[in-house]
């Protein structure tokens, strides 16, 4: 009885059922590139959610400063605690903790928004960049332009992870069409 191939694992016959090759080092290369791009736009989904987290830490304990790259909605959210705090020194914890925990689940949504675009949804790219487009609204109601173009800059980077993948897909269609 004729027996099929054995491959480095020691399994038989699974070369036709995986994914086509590329077809030269070129396109692998392009791949890597795009793999790497798609990363680096998709990372900033994290970058935003943690540092939101720690401006409302630092504004929470009535500090000066904060990161350009935060949540203009955790920044609402945590000055109507102060505020709150201000009016009512009795429920000024109470506040300051629900802002936190509201900082939290926000902060959660953003990074949930990073782990998807690093599976290369394209859907998750498009509406992680319109809600954060929408968040640097307020900094311009608000008038923070360095925080406004700190918003463009990462829009900018996001979108080049978008763009990586889109282009992996294209690539992926035309690697199976190929096969067909």
Not at 126 to 150: E, I, P, R, T
Request: with cysteine; charged share 15%; net charge negative.
């Amino acid at each position: 009885m004729a027996r099929e191939p054995e491959d480095s694992t020691g399994e038989q016959g699974r070369e036709s059922q995986e994914m086509p090759t590329l077809h030269n080092g070129g396109e692998l290369a392009q791949r890597e590139v795009l793999e790497a791009q798609l990363q680096k736009g998709a990372n900033w989904f994290f970058w935003i959610a943690g540092l939101s987290i720690v401006n409302t830490i630092i504004l929470l304990m009535e500090g000066d400063r904060h990161f350009v790259v935060g949540l203009g909605i955790t920044q609402f959210i945590n000055g109507i605690a102060l505020a709150v705090g201000q009016q009512n020194p009795d429920a000024a914890l109470i506040g300051k903790a629900v802002a936190f925990v509201m900082t939290l689940i926000v902060a959660a949504v953003v990074a949930a928004f990073g782990f998807g675009a690093r599976r290369g949804m394209g859907w998750i790219f498009v509406l992680g960049m319109g809600l954060y487009s929408l968040d640097g609204l307020l900094f311009v109601l608000f008038q923070d332009w360095m925080s406004v173009a700190f918003h463009l800059f990462c829009l900018w980077c996001i979108f080049g992870g978008l763009r990586a993948s889109r282009q992996l897909r294209a690539l992926d269609e035309a690697v199976v069409f190929e096969a067909d």
